[in-house]
């Protein structure tokens, strides 16, 4: 039931002297930090104006960012969480859309947000590193208590998607979800009291905010912040803090394995983490390295709870479906899927009848939408079900395991590939820092897999030995390998450090990055494409008038 509120949460912390938020340079106590907010909520009121009470923050992940969101809470406003990767007109777009009143920012944002058009005028910007914005708080002391307005209802957030797949959308999220995903995921993922939550994915994002924040809110656990991740920083600020839990998404893990491994890496207080996108052997190398468990999960903005955690689920499986309604169905007739025929690797040997969306079909009415944008609702909301957009597979077990987003199976010779399955057996090498794999046209017919590797500076494909490595892989098969291997130091990504796979998918081979391929049958051999290759087979495509297949 979501009869709670974030401001209750911190209402509820109002008296504790246990350290709530701590940065290198100050800590604060939990009772200081409701104290705190409520000073920025009361500045809230005053500044607010007729419209929707929406408050952009652009700021790294520094203590005012948590404040203000305290403050949000309290005055019943909505923050925006400003992505400070994107620029330019895309960010221009981004901000209008969701029609702030003020936005809350430093030096460092305003620069970025200069000559853009964001529809909030310059006198309305708080800038954080002004000289007189500590007393202009300070002058709005006041005892914590939350507007008359506040119930569970209120929008406490606007979280915008990721953007792997496209324009972002703003997904909405009440203080009653917020503060019912703060009590499930301190049970959950075990964060206690004791626990200091260390938060290096950015506060703008769902992962932080979701899976670190509200549980350590809720909890009473301590939150422990850093600017930015860091893959050489991160071992260095668990020791300063003393953390005993984190999240992630993206590549940071494999970002923190790349680094040089020590004789004292485990000589540390972290004890576990939470995130996605951590492959089974890198679950296994982060525990032998630094004595900390990774849990695995899946959710997103939109929704979660849809996956049970399961003690005795096989490597690769996410767990259980959580309730009845969780199936996996065939998006043309709903039917429910067949469950999946496993090979000794763990491949799915019938994925035409086993492998469909994920859905909810009591998922409807908890969907929260997305802010002004009806045609994304429709999307996720047909029939009375919800739609993730994901596509999975459950064994005969019943266990439910993940299969990509929608696109990710490739038809490769009248065969389905599992781009995932490529995928997570490249990760698997040990010179290569992340890797994405994606069908690409075939100039005949069908697709071709193709992958893009980041590799560390000072290492060359050559290093890699490609070919070789994928040929020892027992569970990749024939068709798996890919053709084409895009090879770059730095992938371009998100602002939360997942790769953009569309953007790579619509380059292709295309791209200004060195790409690799192999040509002919037989097993791999990985060559340099020149640009007479890549003009050799347009002209295969052009010959086969399948040029609109190469946007």
Known sequence: ?????????????????????????????????????????????????????????????????????????????????????????????????????????????????????????????????????????????????????VTPKTQMLLLFTSGTTGRSKAARCSQGRLAELGRNNSAKYDVKREDVCYCPMPLFHGNALMALWAPALTAGATVALTPKFSASGFLPDVRYYGATYFTYVGKAIGYILATPERPDDADNTLTHGFGTEASPEDKAEFLRRFGARLVEGYGSSESAGMIEQAPDAPPGALGRPAHDGVRIVNPETRETCAPAVLDEHGRVTNAEDAVGEIVDVHG?????????????????????????????????????????????????????????????????????????????????????????????????????????????????????????????????????????????????????????????????????MTDADKAALREEFAAAGRLRFLP
């Open 364 to 528: 409807a009415e908890r969907f929260e939408g997305y802010y002004n944008n009806p045609e994304a609702d429709a999307e996720r909301v047909r029939h009375g079900w919800y739609w993730t957009g994901d596509l999975g597979y459950v064994d005969a077990d019943g266990f439910l395991y993940f299969g990509g987003r929608s696109g990710d199976w490739i038809r490769v010779d009248s065969e389905n590939i599992s781009a995932l399955l490529t995928q997570n057996v490249i990760r698997r090498h040990p010179k290569i820092v992340d890797a994405v794999a994606f069908g690409v046209p075939d100039p005949r017919s069908g697709d071709q897999v193709m992958a893009a590797v980041e590799i560390p500076e000072g290492v060359t494909f050559e290093d890699l030995d490609f070919a070789a490595f994928l040929a020892a892989q027992d569970d990749l098969g024939a068709k798996g390998a890919p053709r084409f291997v895009r090879v770059s130091h730095a992938l371009p990504t998100t602002g939360s450090g997942k790769l953009r796979k569309k953007e790579m998918q619509l380059e292709g081979w295309r791209t200004a990055d060195p790409v690799y391929w192999w040509a002919g049958r037989g097993a791999p051999e990985y060559t340099l």
């Open 1 to 149: 039931m979501r009869d709670e509120t974030i401001a209750d949460l911190l209402l509820a912390r109002l008296g504790d002297d246990r350290p709530g938020l701590r940065s290198r340079e100050r800590t604060w106590t939990w009772d200081e930090v409701v104290r705190e907010s409520a000073a920025r909520a009361s500045l809230a009121r005053e500044l607010r104006r007729d419209g929707p009470f929406h408050i952009g923050v652009l700021l790294e992940n520094v203590p005012e960012y948590v404040l203000w969101l305290g403050g949000a809470a309290l005055s019943g406003a909505t923050i925006v969480g400003i992505n400070p990767t994107h620029a330019g007109s895309y960010l221009e777009e981004e901000v209008r859309h969701t029609d702030l009143q003020l936005i809350v920012t430093d030096r460092a944002g305003l620069k970025l947000l200069d000559g853009l058009d964001v529809g909030v005028p310059r006198d309305r910007f708080l800038l954080v590193d002004d000289a007189d914005y500590p007393a202009r708080v300070a002058a709005h002391a006041c005892e914590p208590e939350p507007d008359a307005s």
